[in-house]
C-alpha cells in the first residue's frame, strides 16, 4: 500500500510539473520569417488544431502531439511543452548516439557483443533476445540495433546504452544536438524493477520532433548511419495501429513505440513518434504521447492513428 501511494504521488507531482494550466495548450501554427504562411495553410492549421482537441479527449488522460511539416516549417501541436514518459521512445536517442560513435570510429556495426543473462531484463516486460536466447548470446552491434528498433527490445537498448557509456554519453548527445527536453536516466531493466522510474525518462512532444528533424536533416549522423536507422524504423514491428493505422496502404512511417504497463486500469504511456512520407514526396515529423489513459488500449492507439490522419489529410498535398 504504501509503494501504490508514493507512485500516485510521484505520477500527480510529475503531472504537475507538465503544466500549470490543467486545459489543453494548443500552439498556433508557425513559419520562420521568408516562408510566410497563406491564409489558406493558416485557416487549416487552425482547424487542425482544433480537431487535435477534439480527438484528444477519447483518452480521458493526458494527450500530447507536434506535428511539423518539415519542408515548410509548418507546425501544429497540443500541449507539446508538457513532459511525457517515453519508455521505448527513448530506444532512437540511444541508437542514434551510437550510430554516431561507429561515424566517428569508435565502434562498429559488424563487432560482437556479449549479452549476458545478467543483460536481460525482467519478463514482465518485451525482450525477444531473452525469450530466444535464455542462456545468453554474442550478437553484433548492427543486430542489437535492429533489435532494439525493429523490435522494441528492452535488452538490446540496455546493452546498446553501456556500449554507448551510460545514460550520461546519450544525454551529452541530446545536449549537442540542442535538444534539451529529452531525459534518459534509468535503464530498461530499472524500470521493469520499479514503474515509478518510468517518468524519469520524459520527452516533450515538441523536443521529440526536434530529435526527429535532425535525423532526417542528418545533423548528427552520417548518410549511412541516417538510412540504415530509418530502415530499421520502416520496419518496425510493434505500433501498427498508431501512427500508420489509419494512412493510406503504402505510405512509408519510419517510427518508434513506447509503451508502459497497466495499473489499476490507468495505462501510463502509449507512445507512437515517427517521420511520415506524404504523397507529395514531403515529410512530416510527429510525436504522439498518451499518458495517464483509463481508455483501452484500442481507444488509445486510434488516439494516435486518427491525430496521424489528421496531419496526413490536412498536409498531403
Not at 129 to 142: A, H, M, Q, T, Y
Request: charged share 20%.
Amino acid at each position: 500500500m504504501h509503494r501504490a501511494i508514493s507512485i500516485l504521488l510521484l505520477v500527480i507531482s510529475f503531472s504537475l510539473s507538465c503544466s500549470s494550466n490543467s486545459s489543453p495548450h494548443v500552439s498556433s501554427s508557425t513559419v520562420p520569417l521568408g516562408s510566410p504562411t497563406t491564409d489558406k495553410q493558416q485557416n487549416r492549421n487552425t482547424q487542425l488544431q482544433n480537431e487535435f482537441a477534439e480527438i484528444a479527449k477519447q483518452a480521458r488522460g493526458r494527450v500530447g502531439v507536434a506535428a511539423k511539416l518539415l519542408e515548410s516549417n509548418q507546425t501544429v501541436s497540443l500541449n507539446s511543452a508538457e513532459h511525457f514518459p517515453m519508455q521505448s521512445v527513448y530506444k532512437l536517442p540511444i541508437s542514434m548516439a551510437v550510430l554516431q560513435q561507429v561515424d566517428h570510429g569508435k565502434l562498429k556495426l559488424d563487432q560482437r557483443v556479449r549479452v549476458a543473462k545478467d543483460d536481460f531484463i525482467g519478463t514482465n516486460a518485451h525482450s525477444p533476445i531473452r525469450d530466444k536466447f535464455p542462456d545468453g548470446v554474442e550478437l553484433s552491434l548492427s543486430d542489437l540495433l535492429r533489435y532494439a528498433i525493429s523490435e522494441s527490445d528492452g535488452t538490446a537498448s540496455d546493452v546498446l546504452m553501456k556500449v554507448a557509456g551510460g545514460p550520461e554519453i546519450i544525454q551529452s548527445f541530446l545536449t549537442a544536438l540542442g535538444i534539451e527536453d529529452v531525459k534518459i536516466i534509468d535503464t530498461e531493466k530499472a524500470i521493469a524493477q520499479d514503474r515509478s522510474l518510468q517518468y524519469r525518462n520524459w520527452a516533450t512532444p515538441d523536443a521529440a520532433v526536434a530529435l526527429l528533424e535532425s535525423l532526417d536533416e542528418k545533423r548528427s549522423l552520417s548518410q549511412r548511419s541516417q538510412e540504415l536507422l530509418m530502415k530499421l524504423m520502416g520496419e518496425s514491428t510493434p505500433g501498427k495501429n498508431r501512427l500508420k493505422g489509419l494512412l493510406p496502404a503504402g505510405t512509408y512511417v519510419a517510427h518508434k513505440t513506447g509503451t508502459s504497463g497497466t495499473q489499476n486500469g490507468v495505462t501510463a504511456a502509449t507512445n507512437d513518434i515517427g517521420i511520415i512520407t506524404l504523397p507529395s514526396g514531403q515529410h512530416v515529423a510527429i510525436a504522439v504521447f498518451v499518458s495517464e489513459s483509463p481508455a483501452d488500449e484500442a481507444t488509445r492507439e486510434r488516439v494516435i492513428a486518427q491525430l496521424a490522419k489528421k496531419v496526413f489529410d490536412t498536409w498531403k498535398s
